[in-house]
T-cell receptor
Framework: GAVVSQHPSWVICKSGTSVKIECRSL??????MFWYRQFPKQSLMLMAT?????????EQGVEKDKFLINHASLTLSTLTVTSAHPEDSSFYIC???????????FGEGSRLTVL | GQNIDQPTEMTATEGAIVQINCTYQ??????LFWYQQHAGEAPTFLSY??LDGLEEKGRFSSFLSRSKGYSYLLLKELQMKDSASYLC??????????WGAGTKLIIKP
């Protein structure tokens, strides 16, 4: 199947700093990429839908100024957690699809710990 | 409102068969997904159903009844590596995935 790579896998940062997470589709062009957050023992929560070349669509309750999403090319989307705080500590996962409503392929996930 | 229901936890024996049920209520319907997630890892795609009926893929099969808002994932010849959470997700009319909380499947020898 198609491969989606996410980087970094683990990141620890100090409160107040910004962290960038990359999501790359390695062997296909991703029209749409999704960003999720998963807190311990909870299900995935969709944060935003990212379409190449346009602004991301954020889910209700997700601060667009805090979670900056850039989908500059068909193989790369980035999520930047700005001014991170301990409550932003979570598992962040991206997924990508070749077509707008097709099968999703997930990245490995990035575990963010904010001290 | 939109809602996905699936059991929280199930236990089965190695070599046996287990069926994980999922009922959904979403605004519109564009398909039902099943994903497998091992602890600490990202989910992996298992199946997608948009038409009524059973789709078989090796040891795993998925069933959909649109009129009943019901799906199940059937796992045969269970192996210890099948111990994981199984996530049911419905795609609504806006093509957004509505996720269930997941069913933790415990396989015993």
């Amino acid at each position: 199947g198609a491969v989606v790579s996410q980087h970094p896998s683990w990141v620890i940062c100090k409160s107040g700093t910004s962290v960038k997470i990359e999501c790359r589709s390695l062997d296909f062009q991703a029209t749409t990429m999704f960003w999720y957050r998963q807190f311990p023992k909870q299900s995935l929560m969709l944060m935003a839908t990212s379409n190449e070349g346009s602004k991301a669509t954020y889910e209700q309750g997700v601060e667009k100024d805090k979670f900056l999403i850039n989908h500059a090319s068909l193989t790369l989307s980035t999520l930047t957690v700005t001014s991170a705080h301990p409550e932003d500590s979570s598992f962040y996962i991206c997924s990508a699809s070749e077509t707008e409503y097709g099968e999703l392929f997930f990245g490995e996930g990035s575990r963010l710990t904010v001290l | 409102g939109q809602n996905i229901d699936q059991p929280t936890e199930m236990t089965a024996t190695e070599g046996a068969i287990v069926q994980i049920n999922c009922t959904y209520q979403t605004s519109g319907f564009n398909g039902l997904f099943w994903y497998q997630q091992h602890a600490g890892e990202a989910p992996t795609f298992l199946s997608y159903n948009v038409l009524d009926g059973l789709e078989e893929k090796g040891r795993f099969s998925s069933f959909l009844s649109r009129s009943k808002g019901y799906s199940y994932l059937l796992l045969k010849e269970l192996q210890m590596k099948d111990s994981a959470s199984y996530l049911c997700a419905s795609m609504d009319s806006n093509y957004q995935l509505i996720w269930g909380a997941g069913t933790k499947l415990i396989i015993k020898p």
